[in-house]
């Protein structure tokens, strides 16, 4: 009888030596040069590096731009938004934050993205309207703002973003125990720290096929490893095959990110080695057999994170409930492996929870890369995002939560504007599937 493990990971695993104290951050020269017929203000506040742009010709609306993660050194960069020009041109002044921090830290992005508006107001003078726009981590940042202070914003733009919290994290975690238990080893806990230039070599051969190898050649162990992914990341839809076998966020660099970690916890995860829901004999031994992970509190709240080691103090932050009251539309490339597509699915089932969905438009763009959105997409995307808070007429969306939407071959295409990589010409990636 396969017996079932379980291991409770808590903070007395890591000595306080190890815990890295709070950086000196230093902010970097915030300064930059204004569009022609617009005004630059710069400058620091409230331990952030910030820059502001207002169109001559404003019409009185602000747009905060929220970045993505930015490393862990010690530099703080602030930076405009790919949508400035766009902003500028119809009149929206726009604001960013280098935030207090770096490191993972969305409740910090959160907090000092929200400064702004005071900042703003006090330089300016307050805005009639104010949006949120961002990627990747500021997408998590987005997510935490709208439901800390749901009267500051009117309306937001998460793009590739982490909205399903520290889900992502636990998705990092299943890489490594999945593929761990599929070629037969018992997973240590925690990862061994020269896993990745050591043990991992031997797992990754497991998963190979013939020449030229993982991961766009498969052994039948590696197959269904793929299959897990593919289940764990939103299920089967168009662009996961060229990613994972191609894509530069595909199947090697997943497990690069493979570990266990702070915070991290499968107690719940159901494995799946087919399109069925229902479990197989062969899954149920499977999720029988895997070691399972409970994550120690003072890392993670329910569904939140925990306090992170080695940024600013008191970084931790709340969950994203799906507790909004503005409008949102929330766009993700359905191929990429980083920050993946259930990220969405794990979104809108939250804001389902809280009987919100008609606040939520959600949209797939056919692309492997982290946040590979054209200017235009996002453009497009940001322009419904206003007629909808100044008309109250929802725009059009993706349904993402029916299996079978997804899955359709056309799935992503409504928009999903042209571009040259898309249509199979770029390196490295043959056979991107075309749109009918």
């Known amino acids: 009888m396969i017996r079932q493990l379980l291991i409770v990971l808590t903070l007395s695993l890591i000595s306080a030596a190890t815990i890295a104290a709070p950086k000196p951050w230093v902010i970097a020269d915030p300064s930059f040069v204004a569009r022609s017929g617009a005004t630059a203000y710069f400058g620091e506040h409230a331990g952030s590096g910030y820059q502001i742009e207002i169109p001559d010709d404003w019409n009185g609306e602000l747009v905060l731009y929220a970045h993505g993660f930015a490393g862990t050194g010690p530099t703080l960069v602030v930076a405009p938004p790919p949508l400035r020009d766009h902003l500028l041109s119809q009149g929206y002044a726009w604001a960013a934050s280098s935030y207090s921090s770096n490191n993972y830290v969305p ?25 949120l726009t961002g990627f990747s981590m500021g997408g998590h940042v987005i997510g935490l703002a ?13 793009m590739c973003g982490v909205m399903g919290d520290s889900e992502l994290f636990d998705y990092f975690q299943d890489v490594y125990l999945t593929a761990e238990t599929l070629v037969g080893n018992i997973p240590a806990i925690p990862t061994p720290d020269d896993y990745l230039t050591n043990g991992l070599s031997s797992t990754v051969a497991a998963l190979s096929g013939l020449p030229p190898f993982y991961p766009s050649s498969l052994s039948a162990t590696g197959e269904t490893f793929k299959k897990v992914i593919e289940n764990l990341t939103g299920g089967k839809r168009p662009t996961f095959e060229e990613s994972f076998s191609f894509g530069a966020n595909g199947g090697s660099f997943i497990l690069g990110l493979a570990s266990t970690g702070n915070g991290r916890e499968n107690l719940s995860t159901v494995y799946q080695f087919d399109d069925d829901p229902s479990l197989s004999n062969e899954e149920q031994e499977f999720n029988d057999m895997i070691v399972r992970v409970a994550a120690a509190s003072q890392y993670r709240r329910k569904q939140g994170l925990g306090s992170n080691p080695g940024g600013k103090g008191n970084s931790d932050s709340p969950p994203i409930t799906g507790d909004i009251s503005i409008p949102v539309i929330s766009m993700h490339t359905i191929g990429e492996l980083f920050v993946p597509f ?4 794990i979104y809108a089932r939250r804001v389902a929870s809280r009987g919100n ?7 797939g763009i056919r692309d492997v890369f982290h946040c590979g959105f054209t200017i235009g997409e996002q ?16 725009p059009a969306g993706d349904d993402i939560l029916d299996p079978e939407v997804v899955a359709d071959d056309d799935f992503g295409c409504q928009f ?5 990589y898309r249509t199979g010409a770029i390196p490295g990636i043959p056979g991107m599937p075309a749109c009918s």
Do not use: C
């Open 416 to 420: 999903t504007q042209p571009a040259f």
């Open 107 to 131: 409740g910090v992005g959160a907090k000092d993205t929200h400064k702004l508006i005071g900042l703003f107001s006090g330089l300016v003078g307050n805005p009639s309207r104010v949006y």
């Open 379 to 394: 453009i497009q995307a940001f322009d419904d995002l206003v007629d909808w808070v100044e008309s109250d007429t929802k």
């Open 357 to 363: 969905s008609d606040l939520l438009v959600q949209r």
């Open 146 to 158: 709208i439901e800390q202070w749901p009267n500051s914003f009117d309306g937001a733009l998460p």
């Open 342 to 345: 259930h990220m969405e699915q």
